[in-house]
């Protein structure tokens, strides 16, 4: 009765976890989430203010392409990035999702593969399943932080149905950040196998210990070929306000993402004006501000982690997650005990179990992904919840 894609469709790796959550909640247990990839600071306040300015008596539908005022200010903040991109070679999109989604429906055909390094940010899965795309892993290693395998390895994955190389960088769920050699590496077999690099750039902003973010799109060839994916969720903690970007300078190819564009008329225009303010008043100043307030929840997660008999983690260098490596056999039974059946001081922390952001479900099977949006006194209540759930859990 219903397709068969659906029915493929995975679920979110936390899916399993929300009975167990929701029992606590009821029984008056406080959760702390760690399992939410959601930036808990403000928006700032020119994004409503440029919403109440709005001034126009009906909310009418936008251009499909997204209004040309965000286009210009979305343009104006990659040249300060050193990109050029002309209005023409920006799209709008509602949220880096629907950027997505645009991207593979235009470049795939079912039965057709992408390569992507593993473990991956696990809505990717509904995309391909929904259009029939198979995935090959890329695989990396927890123990180097998730870099990338030799040129030789990648190629040897490549096929006749291969299609793009996709990725997220700064990396959900890794916290990792690819170097420009790794990037070039990428760029060189797009070109060699004439394959798409599909860049997932929407963390640039979180990354830590003084670096900046390479973007595929400051590269000097194969532009054509590079489909930056952005967005404003987490840039300006505007999750809600639903606003993405697909970046890219092959006609056709932009055509054809039009024409989706086109297919759902608009997206929200009241979010593309509080967008356009965004990017035209926020400038390196405010994204340092953030960057720090992050890299302190960083440092303070790392220390008290790795503090922890048995936990293993790499430092994250980017994003907001990290994966974890616990000492228990199955991490997703040990976070469901954590929420049915341990507290401390009332409370308790969710987790997400990481074996849904691999391929390979094994590799994943002891680890957790941990998201740190969260401000230091409940990091520190959490992690503290941590070490005294594992002892318990051990000593059973
Ligand atoms: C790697 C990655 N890409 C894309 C998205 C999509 O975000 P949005 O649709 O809110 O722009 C997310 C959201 O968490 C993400 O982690």
């Known amino acids: 009765m219903f397709s068969k894609n659906i029915q493929n469709l995975k679920t979110s790796p936390v899916r399993e976890l929300i009975p167990y959550s929701k029992k606590a909640k009821e029984a008056g247990i406080d959760i702390i989430h760690l399992n939410i990839g959601q930036p808990d600071l403000e928006t700032p306040k020119e994004f409503f203010e440029a919403v109440e300015n709005f001034g126009q008596e009906t909310i009418a539908y936008s251009d499909s392409s997204g209004r040309k005022e965000l286009i210009d200010s979305v343009k104006g903040y990659y040249k300060n990035l050193g990109m050029n991109y002309d209005s023409e070679e920006i799209l709008i999109t509602a949220g880096g999702s629907e950027a997505l989604l645009f991207t593979l429906m235009t470049l795939f055909d079912a039965g057709e593969e992408v390569l992507i390094p593993e473990p991956y940010y696990a809505n990717y899965n509904s995309f391909f399943a929904m259009l029939g795309i198979k995935v090959v892993g890329i695989p990396t290693q927890f123990e180097d932080n998730f870099k990338l395998p030799k040129k030789e390895v990648i190629e040897s994955l490549v096929t006749e149905k291969t299609k793009a190389i996709m990725f997220s960088n700064p990396g959900n769920p890794t916290g990792s950040v690819y170097s420009k050699d790794e990037l070039l590496m990428l ?149 469901k005990w954590l929420l049915g059946e341990f507290s401390y001081d009332n409370s308790t922390v969710m987790l997400t179990p990481a074996k849904g952001f691999y391929q390979r479900e094994e590799l994943g099977v002891n680890k957790v992904r941990i998201s740190y949006a969260l401000d230091l006194d409940r990091l520190e209540k959490a992690v503290k919840i941590i070490e005294l759930g594992l002892k318990k859990y051990n000593s059973k």
């Open 187 to 335: 760029n060189e077999i797009s070109k060699e196998k004439n394959l798409f690099l599909i860049s997932d750039e929407v963390y640039r902003e979180f990354i830590y210990d003084g670096k900046d973010t390479v973007s595929c799109g400051t590269f000097s060839d194969n532009l054509e070929r590079i489909i930056l994916i952005d967005s404003i969720s987490k840039r300006f903690s505007t999750c809600g306000a639903r606003v993405g970007t697909i970046l890219n300078k092959n006609k056709e190819f932009m055509a054809y993402i039009l024409k989706l564009c086109q297919s759902r008329l608009s997206i929200s225009t009241l979010d593309m004006v509080g967008a356009e303010a965004l990017y035209r008043c926020k400038d390196r100043a405010y994204y340092e501000v953030v960057n720090a307030k992050y890299m302190e929840r960083r440092d303070f997660l790392y220390e008290g982690l790795k503090n922890i008999e048995g936990v293993v983690l790499n430092k994250p260098e980017g994003a907001f997650y990290c994966i974890v490596q616990l000492p228990v056999e199955d991490a997703t039974e040990f976070s």
